[in-house]
């Protein structure tokens, strides 16, 4: 996270996550929550799971991206909106743009995947390609920026984004309020972050819990030694979580997150499968990282009713990972 | 369909549908209407999607073989169900005959793939396997009958299954009321049969297609032949839809169906594949018979609200088509 990415600084309050909720509802769907018999006996726990692969572009990131486009004035959302990104928050921003009937400028790494390309082209962005480097990632987008007056939308560490995310776990305490505990998967934070505000204020004896891969452990570092850890070269399937928390979500995951705990690829791989079998329904690897705390039995959930947020859906069929 | 596999053989009404809905109901899951805004503008139309992927046991067939087993005295109940099957109809006997406390007896053909074997196994069935021929499954399942007193389930010609079945297209239209549109996969027409006298009752407006693979399109022979047409060396993905009509639904279909139309293969797993993609859930092939109907354009659905029963979700995920 460099500073120049951050647009607005302020800790956001649930205050604005209510607010956030009332802005992006008509253009968001309420996605459901989804119970399974066969996932209850495995773990032992009443599980609820927010489907956010079921939101607008296969992800909870529309959530944020929509949130912080609608939230600019006209003359602030006249010249467009930029972003760089590999994924999610590229095709979040584009799509929030079209509604809002404004230009996505979209930073690109030229390694990004084919199905990604073709998705945020598909979408109405305007692509920029760049190395696949986090500098030349911020440089272009800063150009773009210069070039266009847009307006950058950061994928995590501002707070009309994690306002947006904690959306999701707000619409899933409004219809399982008595939740015990609460599992996110965690990579800048925005969603653990925004799930975090949501649970402490609606329900003060939620317990919420971050999962980390183990191969893209930064979270995990930051959270129990205090002070940001960076994430470099990290190293897993669960492709949305690769990203260092930033200074607004790092704050708030402090303050309202109870424990971050880091699952094995294998489990990931497992927990994903075991969602496509008993569910039918098709999850991307990062959202299958909560999943893995509980098939690892990292944390006690035994007899409780357990929120899991599943963060999206995305995911290149013809390169499944078993 | 021979004489012996048919317990009852009056033609069901609405108001057993209805009955039937009511009965299941503490069993059965009310499967959610899903839509799809891309494959909307895919199609043209308007589409509702009843996914009985959701269901228990993966598949529509629950509702069937709940109706059945719970319309049994406790006196008929007793002794046991038994039924004949190599997939989901299988299951959704086992379990409702857990469900109901009583032993299902379940013939399946010894080279049912593993993965059904399994699932039958892992519901609580008592399995005896038999060679795969049809009347190799019904000799034996008649012994067992004769041996244990258990009732036998037909899958699909008995006035209960069909009525059990029509309820998802009840809770579709309960939903939905205006659909101009049904369209449903037909196999031995006892989801269509359903679907149709549901339909007809509730809304006679309402066009009921049937869509069949043109490698088993006997009931798209028999309908526009008039006389019921036997499924000789059916070859299709779509493994849920291999068998006959039986009287009964081929009666129901003639009365209250629109027409049937046929859909190729490679149609099919586009379908499928489209619906993973575009709607992160898992159906069968079965469930893409429908879908490849639209895609074909073989039904006038420009501009209508239209439903299609998406009958299951049962997947070797080692053994996808693509």
């Given at each position: 996270?460099?500073?120049?990415?951050?647009?607005e600084?302020?800790?956001?309050?649930f205050?604005?996550v209510?607010?956030a909720?009332?802005?992006?509802?008509?253009?968001?769907?309420r996605t459901?929550v989804?119970?399974?018999h066969?996932?209850?006996g495995?773990t032992?726990?009443?599980?609820?799971?927010?489907?956010?692969?079921?939101?607008?572009?296969?992800a909870?990131?529309?959530?944020?991206?929509?949130?912080?486009?609608f939230?600019l004035?006209?003359?602030?959302?006249?010249?467009?909106v930029?972003a760089?990104?590999?994924?999610?928050?590229?095709a979040a921003?584009?799509?929030?743009a079209?509604l809002?009937?404004?230009?996505a400028?979209?930073?690109?790494?030229?390694?990004?995947?084919?199905l990604?390309?073709?998705?945020v082209a598909?979408y109405?962005a305007?692509?920029?390609?760049?190395?696949?480097?986090q500098?030349?990632?911020?440089t272009?987008?800063?150009?773009?920026?210069?070039?266009?007056g847009?307006k950058?939308?950061h994928s995590?560490n501002?707070?009309?984004?994690?306002?947006?995310?904690?959306?999701?776990?707000?619409?899933?305490?409004?219809?399982?309020?008595?939740?015990?505990?609460?599992?996110?998967?965690?990579g800048?934070?925005?969603l653990?972050?925004g799930t975090?505000?949501s649970?402490?204020?609606?329900n003060?004896?939620?317990?919420?819990?971050g999962?980390?891969?183990?191969?893209?452990?930064?979270?995990?570092?930051?959270?129990?030694?205090?002070?940001i850890v960076p994430?470099?070269?990290?190293?897993?399937?669960?492709?949305?979580?690769?990203?260092?928390l930033g200074?607004?979500?790092?704050?708030?995951i402090r303050?309202y997150?109870h424990?971050?705990?880091?699952v094995?690829?294998?489990?990931?791989?497992k927990a994903?499968r075991?969602?496509?079998?008993?569910?039918?329904i098709?999850?991307?690897?990062?959202?299958?990282?909560?999943?893995?705390a509980l098939?690892?039995?990292?944390?006690?959930v035994?007899?409780?009713?357990?929120?899991?947020?599943?963060?999206?859906?995305?995911?290149?069929?013809?390169r499944?990972?078993?």
């Amino acid at each position: 996270m460099t500073p120049h990415t951050r647009i607005e600084s302020h800790l956001p309050t649930f205050a604005e996550v209510e607010a956030a909720a009332k802005r992006i509802e008509p253009y968001t769907h309420r996605t459901p929550v989804l119970t399974c018999h066969s996932l209850n006996g495995i773990t032992g726990a009443q599980l609820f799971f927010k489907c956010e692969n079921f939101q607008k572009i296969g992800a909870f990131k529309f959530r944020g991206a929509c949130n912080a486009i609608f939230s600019l004035s006209d003359e602030e959302a006249k010249p467009g909106v930029a972003a760089h990104s590999s994924g999610n928050h590229a095709a979040a921003v584009t799509l929030a743009a079209r509604l809002r009937g404004i230009d996505a400028y979209i930073v690109m790494p030229r390694t990004a995947s084919e199905l990604k390309k073709r998705a945020v082209a598909g979408y109405g962005a305007k692509i920029t390609f760049c190395e696949p480097t986090q500098r030349s990632r911020e440089t272009t987008c800063a150009q773009i920026v210069k070039q266009t007056g847009a307006k950058e939308i950061h994928s995590y560490n501002d707070p009309r984004i994690i306002a947006g995310q904690g959306t999701a776990a707000l619409e899933l305490l409004q219809e399982v309020s008595d939740l015990e505990t609460i599992l996110a998967p965690v990579g800048g934070g925005g969603l653990l972050s925004g799930t975090a505000l949501s649970a402490s204020a609606m329900n003060e004896q939620i317990e919420v819990i971050g999962v980390e891969p183990e191969g893209a452990d930064d979270a995990f570092r930051s959270f129990h030694s205090g002070a940001i850890v960076p994430s470099i070269n990290p190293k897993t399937i669960a492709d949305g979580l690769l990203t260092s928390l930033g200074d607004l979500t790092f704050t708030i995951i402090r303050r309202y997150v109870h424990d971050i705990v880091t699952v094995s690829e294998s489990t990931i791989i497992k927990a994903m499968r075991m969602v496509w079998e008993r569910m039918n329904i098709i999850i991307e690897p990062s959202s299958a990282v909560p999943v893995a705390a509980l098939l690892d039995k990292l944390v006690d959930v035994k007899g409780k009713k357990v929120g899991v947020i599943l963060s999206g859906g995305n995911v290149d069929l013809d390169r499944l990972p078993w």
